[in-house]
């Protein structure tokens, strides 16, 4: 259910942004006094490709749970603005008699970018009070059990709005002889066979590993045993000695994780999807 449901934002960021591009399109015709081109549906047609294409790598339809808004938008302007010149570049080299004269086209390029840039704030604020009220929220796993672990779980119970809860800190070493846990008695659930097992059971969806480095092999064998699960598994501190070629830099507030595994698309919004390129492709292909 939650997986789904953070699907569903990206199909109404994607279906919203679509509509921006044309619609913002239309809009620059009429604060520039100026008749749409003829050609102006196969424009905007060509530029949500475009884009879509340009976003997807990007990862900019990926979850932003507990992103710095700054970098959602940066990594937004980034994607238009590389989207627009590529489509300034296609329009006049390989089709330069569509005329959409250029301030029309620089007009069409800022009024988009400050579109995306308040829909975006909107749309961040809007699933914020949708958590808040106890919607689309995931729970999270913490491991170690040290200070480290604990900044790591601060850190996300700052951030309400993000929609994770911290359901609690592993660990194999646990508050036990000498060593001393700055994690709540009540708060640390157990070695790391139980988060495997909580993780496997579906009860926790992310979970943040902040082991030392020298704790490589211990984590790396972690990680083994978690690949096979429903969890969306992140590295917190900086961790280069794994085979991270997939991976995902990912930001918790002020904090830097990389991803290893995140739960890919259910089957059913895997074809949604994929309708949704398809359908785009071919309606440019059939006007081109």
Known sequence: MIQTSQNKFASVLRLAESGLIVGTLYGSCLVNSQRC???VILIGLVQIVIFLLLAEPSSLYSSWRGAPLKDELVRTASVWLGASAILALFLQNAIPDLGLPRDLF???????????????????????????????RQRVAI?????RGLEVGQVIESMPHSGMDVAGWFDDRGPAGDRESPVPPDRFLGGLDELVLKARSGEVQRIYLAFPLSATERVKYLIQRLA???????????????????????????????????????ETDWYLKRAYDVIFSLAFLAVA
Do not use: K
């Not at 009024?111 to 919607?135: E, H, I, P, Q």
């Not at 491991?143 to 200070?147: L, S, V």
């Not at 992140?234 to 918790?252: E, G, K, M, Q």
């Open 106 to 136: 620089l007009s069409w390029v800022i009024l988009n970018l400050v579109s995306l840039t308040v829909w975006r704030m909107l749309f961040r604020l809007a699933a914020g009070l949708y958590r808040n009220r106890g919607d689309n």
């Open 143 to 147: 491991a170690p059990a040290d200070a």
């Open 37 to 39: 081109p003829d050609a």
């Open 228 to 266: 096979d699960t429903t969890a969306s598994v992140y590295i917190v501190p900086d961790f280069y000695t794994f085979n991270l070629v997939n991976s995902r830099i990912i930001h918790l507030g002020n904090l830097t994780a990389i991803s290893v595994f995140e739960l890919p698309y259910p």
